[in-house]
């Protein structure tokens, strides 16, 4: 069983950064893909951002591209998201996930996730 941990969230307002940070308790023989999710009051859970884990490629929705950034720390076992020139409609729970095995052409948002941290809350001021 892995556990992921989020941290980092917080009030900031817009035009403002935050860099959010997942960690993983355990090593895997497997992992394929770690992404970002986010859920806003009364919406449904949005994929953000992910990146396969060996290799690198990422891959963002169209309203966070050129303002957020993912990146892996394999030494740590850990997961970034950076967060720049934020705005009101990032305001939301963000959550981690990780993904163990390849399935094949499946885009990223439409991946199997195994584990899920329990989420932290980023609020965007106007």
């Known amino acids: 069983q892995v556990q992921l941990v989020e941290s980092g969230g917080g009030l900031v307002q817009a035009g403002g950064s935050l860099s959010l940070s997942c960690a993983a308790s355990?090593?895997?023989?497997?992992?394929?893909?770690m992404a970002w999710f986010r859920q806003a009051p009364g919406k449904d859970r949005e994929f953000v951002a992910g990146?396969?884990?060996?290799?690198?490629?990422?891959t963002y929705v169209d309203s966070v591209k050129g303002r957020f950034t993912i990146s892996k720390n394999d030494a740590q076992n850990t997961l970034s998201l950076q967060m720049n020139n934020l705005k009101p409609e990032d305001t939301a729970v963000y959550y981690c996930?990780?993904?163990?095995?390849?399935?094949?052409?499946?885009?990223?948002?439409?991946?199997?996730?195994?584990?899920w941290g329990q989420g932290t809350q980023v609020t965007v001021s106007s």
């Open positions: 996930a990780m993904s163990l095995l390849h399935q094949g052409h499946v885009a990223p948002p439409n991946l199997q996730y195994d584990y």
């Open positions: 355990t090593r895997t023989s497997y992992r394929y893909y």
């Open positions: 990146i396969r884990w060996n290799g690198g490629d990422t």
